[in-house]
């Protein structure tokens, strides 16, 4: 064994208990109080973004509103981010790049629609859904496409659905920012409104709390090591 993730739930939560150690009381109730509101029933695919003011201002939007996992496509552009823009936010979400083929976009969309997600392309020329309509019985990835040019034509071919943002003036499209503001603050809060069980399992909620105790506790690496030592003989 060489990760935390190929633990039993016992071992895990004995690491956990371990890392904790070395972390404040306060950090470990807030640990506790956000683990509460996070979710993987709606998750964020970035196909592309490259301005590191929009992509990091997803992220935050991301964290501040319970959505753990971003996936992010880099066909043609490197992901960057902006630490002034989203203020620590990447370490407490999960992020999955995908840049290794010339399929990225492919590879990322059939992998989330094997997990069990409908692909919900966000764009200014469909009128499938809204904000307010958009079903949310199945598990969501809410795709958004570059700032210039939208989402790819394969992106939209594998989209299972689409949603817009409904609008009233001249000018037809939003800042991808704002855009995955509205969408993420409007459906996580019909979710939490609904009766689907949304929350994380008991694995899940204790992979992600080690995850963000190895982020805040200093060699964390080195100690998680030293535990997988011990309990491995």
């Known amino acids: 064994m060489n990760s935390y993730l190929d633990l039993s739930l016992v071992k895990k939560q004995q690491l956990y208990s371990f890392l904790s150690g070395f972390i ?52 043609n552009n490197k992901y960057e981010i902006n630490p002034d823009v989203a203020l620590g936010s990447a370490k407490w979400l999960s992020l999955y790049k995908y840049q290794l083929s010339e399929n990225n976009t492919m590879d990322c969309l059939q992998q989330l629609k094997d997990s069990g997600y409908r692909i919900i392309a966000t764009t200014p020329h469909k009128k499938d859904h809204t904000p307010e309509s958009l079903p949310l019985d199945q598990k969501i990835a809410l795709m958004f496409g570059t700032e210039m040019e939208g989402l790819t034509s394969k992106a939209k071919e594998m989209a299972d659905g689409f949603v817009k943002i409904p609008m009233y003036g001249f000018t037809e499209s939003l800042n991808i920012s704002v855009s995955a503001a509205l969408l993420v603050r409007s459906i996580t809060e019909r979710l939490h409104n609904s009766e689907i069980s949304w929350q994380l399992s008991e694995t899940e909620s204790l992979d992600i709390r080690i995850s963000w105790a190895k982020s805040v506790v200093k060699k964390a690496d080195l100690l998680e090591k030293e535990f997988l030592r011990k309990i491995n003989g």
């Open 24 to 75: 404040s009381e306060n950090k470990k109730n807030k640990f506790e109080e956000i683990i509460l509101q996070r979710t993987r029933h709606i998750t964020v695919v970035l196909e592309d973004i490259f301005q590191p003011h929009n992509a990091s201002a997803v992220l935050r939007s991301c964290d501040c509103f319970g959505i753990q996992d971003v996936h992010i496509i880099e066909n």
